[in-house]
């Protein structure tokens, strides 16, 4: 592994395009769209826009967690934002989120359209809209919020950080893959400390802080992202897994990493949702490939 070259900073930074290994081409220093085009519209109250990363996730899990309690006013399309071609810049999805990330949904509910951005943002306003999955209690309310902000707050450490220098930079560099490892196992271990004795990040309510933290930290403990089970030694967090495992299993929670998928499997794979019905037609198509390849 190599060690850091030593850079002396201009005293202006100037973008270089191709300086930003893989992503390159789709980071930028600057804001708005890049091209003309409307995004598209089903019939039902939500509009989601999104790709299935972690941050995309959280939001299919939630709305397939509201729809397993009997909420038909949950029902949603998911339309897919493949964030590498670009798509999260079109002048349809700006004018959702001016910040041009990935999950950004609508409400259409009372007929007037409410744009909602930021990961946290939709879980919080799904869950004050419903009444689901956040507590009741002003003092438990408060605690779940914690959570939900240190997650917001320290995912790009995991992300950003580690996930980039160790998965995605031109070169292995020691030194930020060693800055961000560190603090990714810190995270690890202030989570596995917490549900030593706790079902779920609040005690014994499932919430949309386990959704949140589920997808980034529950995705790593289960060998999901990045590639980097072994190195980060994360079967040795054994609370964070079994909690990570417990969840996995949820109906909703299996149906809502299809949504928006584009990597893995193919079976796993549901690029768009706009019915229940398509995840009983993905089904199908698994059994029938399975049976066409024996």
Same mark, same amino acid.
């Given at each position: 592994?190599?060690?850091? $070259?030593?850079?002396?900073? =201009?005293?202006?930074?100037?973008?270089?395009?191709?300086?930003?290994?893989?992503?390159?081409? *789709?980071?930028?220093? *600057?804001?708005?769209?890049?091209?003309?085009?409307?995004?598209?519209?089903?019939?039902?109250?939500?509009?989601?826009?999104?790709?299935?990363?972690?941050?995309?996730?959280? %939001?299919?899990?939630?709305?397939?967690?509201?729809?397993?309690?009997?909420?038909?006013?949950?029902?949603?399309?998911?339309?897919?934002?493949?964030?590498? #071609?670009?798509? $999260?810049?079109?002048?349809?999805?700006?004018? *959702?989120?001016?910040?041009?990330? !990935?999950?950004?949904?609508?409400?259409?509910?009372?007929?007037?359209?409410?744009?909602?951005?930021?990961?946290?943002? !939709?879980?919080?306003? /799904?869950?004050? +809209? @419903?009444? +689901?999955?956040? =507590?009741?209690?002003?003092?438990?309310?408060?605690?779940?919020?914690?959570?939900?902000?240190?997650?917001?707050?320290?995912?790009?450490?995991?992300?950003?950080? @580690?996930?980039?220098?160790?998965?995605?930079?031109?070169? #292995? /560099?020691?030194?930020?893959?060693?800055? @961000?490892?560190?603090?990714?196992?810190?995270?690890?271990?202030?989570?596995?400390?917490?549900?030593?004795?706790?079902?779920?990040?609040?005690?014994?309510?499932?919430? !949309?802080?386990? !959704?949140?933290?589920?997808?980034?930290?529950?995705?790593?403990?289960?060998?999901?992202?990045?590639?980097?089970?072994?190195? /980060?030694?994360?079967?040795?967090?054994?609370?964070? /897994?079994?909690?990570?495992?417990?969840?996995?299993?949820?109906?909703? %929670? #299996?149906?809502?990493?299809?949504?928006? #998928? *584009?990597?893995?499997? =193919?079976?796993? $794979?549901?690029?768009?949702?706009?019915?229940?019905?398509?995840?009983?037609?993905?089904? $199908?198509?698994?059994?029938?490939?399975?049976? @066409? +390849?024996?």
């Amino acid at each position: 592994m190599s060690k850091l $070259q030593k850079y002396t900073p =201009p005293v202006v930074w100037v973008w270089e395009k191709e300086n930003g290994g893989k992503f390159a081409k *789709i980071n930028r220093p *600057i804001s708005g769209f890049t091209y003309e085009k409307n995004l598209p519209k089903g019939i039902h109250p939500f509009q989601l826009y999104s790709q299935g990363t972690p941050n995309g996730v959280k %939001v299919t899990v939630m709305l397939e967690e509201l729809l397993d309690l009997g909420i038909k006013e949950a029902e949603y399309d998911a339309w897919l934002i493949r964030i590498g #071609k670009g798509d $999260q810049f079109s002048s349809g999805f700006v004018d *959702i989120n001016p910040n041009s990330k !990935i999950p950004s949904l609508t409400d259409n509910t009372n007929g007037t359209s409410v744009k909602v951005f930021e990961s946290g943002s !939709i879980l919080l306003y /799904l869950a004050d +809209k @419903f009444k +689901k999955f956040i =507590p009741k209690s002003f003092e438990a309310r408060t605690e779940c919020l914690n959570w939900l902000f240190w997650q917001m707050a320290s995912a790009p450490y995991l992300g950003g950080g @580690f996930g980039h220098f160790y998965a995605y930079a031109p070169e #292995k /560099l020691e030194y930020p893959i060693d800055r @961000f490892s560190m603090e990714v196992k810190r995270q690890l271990d202030v989570l596995d400390k917490l549900l030593s004795d706790k079902t779920f990040i609040c005690n014994d309510e499932y919430t !949309i802080a386990d !959704i949140a933290i589920w997808s980034w930290y529950g995705a790593l403990v289960l060998g999901r992202l990045y590639g980097a089970e072994e190195f /980060l030694d994360v079967k040795s967090y054994k609370n964070v /897994l079994r909690w990570a495992k417990f969840i996995n299993e949820r109906p909703a %929670v #299996k149906r809502g990493r299809m949504v928006n #998928k *584009i990597s893995g499997y =193919p079976g796993s $794979q549901l690029h768009e949702r706009h019915d229940a019905s398509d995840f009983q037609n993905k089904t $199908q198509d698994k059994i029938e490939n399975l049976i @066409f +390849k024996s």
